[in-house]
């Protein structure tokens, strides 16, 4: 029997399907057989050689990933206009540092006994965290992609009781259980960020503790804009829906370096819901309430400049040309 030609181009397809399956697999397994051989060689490694050999790594993988080091430059140039071309070099090189080291460390402080972990991440403003306990709604640690934030959750879940965490998984599953088996080695767990509502709201009804993330881009479908270094951002309005329909307090919390492998978990006063319970208009209440948020993490930025993740493209989706201009 003659094979007809959509037949053929069925065959064609279904075989083009296969082989790109067959290469995202290979990947997957060398991407987390280098993250098993980088966190086994690290673990021989202590002081300023393992401080070294991130900084050498960090570097590679911004010599081989052009487009992120052209975001990272951009970023910096337009948020930091005030600085010279060699002051937003400098600060660049830092950033490229500081995200090797926080890597390392994470891997390095994953693997500690309990009391180790608390020696090398210490807990500042502990009061207000408590405080934000002590009223029974649950909390909100509002966080970013600032520093060393899974060293944070670590200390933090150990400080008192184990915490949630807000996680997109990655595409690699292999990969994303070997960072699952470390967030969670000391009781914290993570929760996946797709469809996580309705756990978060029996979270908060439980008194829980949830760390959040909110400082990245998201798609102008998902997101309110709001201002972050001068500029509207597209920013989940998930938080603020959260803490409105809870009454849970959001209690900002980030983690700086210390240097020499050292790092501190710094957690601010709480924002309660009250704050924002005087303005009517029930979109206008979350539009400022996620304000707030990323004014407080723009606060910390400003702070620790080289500590952000300067590399993402925070500011990809545009507003629409109705949207208002920040005032400052």
């Not at 050689?49 to 993988?61: C, N, V």
């Not at 998930?238 to 240097?259: C, D, E, I, N, R």
């Amino acid at each position: 029997m003659r094979t007809s030609p959509s037949e053929v181009l069925l065959a064609n397809e279904a075989r083009a399907i296969l082989e790109r399956r067959r290469r995202v697999r290979f990947r997957h397994a060398m991407h987390t057989a280098l993250f098993r051989a980088l966190a086994g060689g690290l673990s021989l490694l202590s002081g300023r050689p393992r401080a070294g050999t991130a900084r050498g790594l960090s570097r590679l993988y911004f010599a081989l990933a052009p487009a992120r080091r052209r975001i990272l430059h951009r970023n910096l140039l337009e948020n930091f206009p005030l600085k010279s071309d060699a002051e937003i070099a400098a600060l660049a090189g830092e950033c490229i540092d500081q995200f090797g080291l926080a890597l390392v460390d994470f891997l390095e402080i994953a693997a500690l006994p309990k009391q180790k972990v608390l020696e090398r991440v210490s807990i500042q403003g502990a009061e207000h965290l408590a405080a934000a306990r002590a009223r029974g709604q649950g909390v909100f640690v509002l966080s970013a992609h600032f520093g060393n934030w899974e060293a944070g959750a670590l200390a933090i879940g150990l400080h008192d009781q184990p915490i949630g965490v807000v996680t997109r998984p990655l595409d690699n599953a292999s990969l994303e259980r070997e960072l699952a088996l470390r967030r969670t080695r000391f009781g914290n767990r993570v929760i996946a960020k797709r469809d996580a509502a309705p756990e978060l709201l029996r979270a908060m009804r439980r008194n829980e503790t949830v760390a959040i993330l909110i400082d990245q881009n998201v798609l102008e479908s998902e997101a309110i804009f709001v201002p972050f270094f001068g500029r509207l951002a597209a920013t989940t309005p998930s938080l603020a829906l959260l803490q409105m329909k809870t009454g849970a307090a959001v209690v900002p919390g980030f983690t700086y370096p210390l240097g020499n492998g050292r790092w501190e978990a710094r957690f601010e006063p709480p924002i309660y819901r009250e704050e924002f319970l005087e303005i009517s208009d029930r979109a206008e209440r979350v539009r400022r309430a996620t304000a707030r948020y990323m004014e407080v993490i723009e606060t910390a930025v400003r702070r620790s400049p080289a500590s952000w993740m300067w590399m993402h493209n925070r500011w990809r989706t545009r507003p629409p040309a109705s949207e208002p201009r920040p005032v400052r």
